[in-house]
């Protein structure tokens, strides 16, 4: 089970940037846009600077002046409350204009976008007398009774070609798709577009992080996918270990300093207290460092490192000697 979470928002805010490229000199795309001075915010915005031009992406052919996207991970719900808060936070955006109707209603558009299609949503707001369309595939237009122009954009159901990047925001992904994705990274030109490139591909392999593992298992994984998978899974593997010591170091410090406290306050209450307190400070800094290694060695061997691997990593990190390290890994 995974302990980092995903960081869902930010791949999709990276790849909006790359789906919207064609026409990115036109707009201004801001993410997390903060609504007022309370915690309100919307996952994207996306503004032409000229309310003229047509979006040459199908999921911007909807786009008007000022765009709200409200995007959903697939560990969360898409539900009839949260239509109803896109709504909600475009009508407070509305309001929010440098003077009173700066912001015209009928320039306002709403993108709900999720992995998986939300049938209890669509079959709701078909009872509530909602029109549903479907102009282009995994994309739904929701018109009738709303306040703006609304679609649904489910990514699993978007062409592979052309959506790419919001296809591959997801757990379920295949290993042709994986490949085609790696392949569609290296073939970028352009800093930018490299630099959101790699916020998606980091997210994709993240989240897919079993399938890969059980890919290179049965022997099929291309050459190019293994050696992103073996590149990408040894940031993670470090950035684990680094956390893991981390947090051992520190348990271990807070712990050891309350023993040592603890023990300092009982002997100084017979020999001082002013001595006993800096004995237990001294004693309890090094029952820290003393358990504090203990936990990144445990952290270490969890992780299925060997000794000789464990002893080279905890020597560097906390200098101590050859006889030391062993009488830590031994103990363990």
């Given at each position: 089970m995974r302990d980092t979470k995903i960081q869902w928002h930010p791949g999709f805010a990276a790849a909006m940037g790359l789906e919207l490229a064609e026409n990115r000199d036109d707009l201004i795309i801001q993410k997390e846009f903060n609504l007022n001075t309370k915690p309100l915010e919307i996952d994207l915005l996306v503004i032409k600077k000229n309310s003229d031009i047509r979006i040459d992406n199908e999921i911007g052919h909807i786009f008007k002046g000022h765009n709200i996207m409200e995007y959903k991970s697939p560990e969360d719900h898409l539900n009839i409350d949260t239509f109803y808060k896109a709504a909600a936070y475009a009508c407070l955006y509305k309001s929010c204009g440098a003077k009173v109707d700066a912001i015209k209603a009928d320039d306002i558009t709403v993108s709900l976008v999720r992995d998986i299609k939300p049938l209890g949503l669509l079959q709701y707001l078909k009872k509530q007398g909602f029109l549903i369309t479907n102009p282009y595939r995994g994309i739904y237009y929701i018109e009738g009774k709303v306040l703006f122009p609304t679609q649904i954009v489910v990514t699993r159901e978007l062409g592979e070609d052309i959506h790419i990047w919001l296809r591959a925001l997801s757990e379920k992904i295949s290993m042709q798709e994986m490949e085609a994705l790696v392949e569609k990274v290296r073939e970028l030109e352009g800093k930018l577009n490299r630099e959101l490139a790699d916020s998606v591909l980091e997210v994709s392999i993240q989240a897919n992080e079993w399938r890969m593992e059980e890919w290179k298992g049965e022997g099929n994984m291309g050459p190019a996918l293994m050696r992103v998978?073996?590149?990408?899974?040894?940031?993670?593997?470090?950035?684990?270990?680094?956390?893991?010591?981390?947090?051992?170091?520190?348990?271990?410090?807070?712990?050891?300093?309350?023993?040592?406290?603890?023990?300092?306050?009982?002997?100084?209450?017979?020999?001082?207290?002013?001595?006993?307190?800096?004995?237990?400070?001294?004693?309890?800094?090094?029952?820290?460092?003393?358990?504090?290694?203990?936990?990144?060695i445990e952290i270490l061997q969890d992780l299925g490192y060997e000794s000789g691997k464990i002893a080279r990593i905890v020597k560097e990190k906390y200098n101590l000697t050859d006889e030391e390290i062993r009488r830590y890994i031994d103990e363990k």
């Open positions: 998978m073996k590149t990408e899974l040894e940031v993670f593997k470090k950035e684990a270990i680094q956390k893991g010591m981390e947090k051992g170091m520190q348990e271990g410090l807070q712990e050891g300093m309350k023993q040592g406290i603890q023990e300092g306050m009982q002997q100084g209450l017979q020999e001082g207290m002013k001595q006993g307190i800096q004995e237990g400070m001294q004693q309890g800094l090094q029952e820290g460092m003393q358990q504090g290694m203990q936990k990144s």
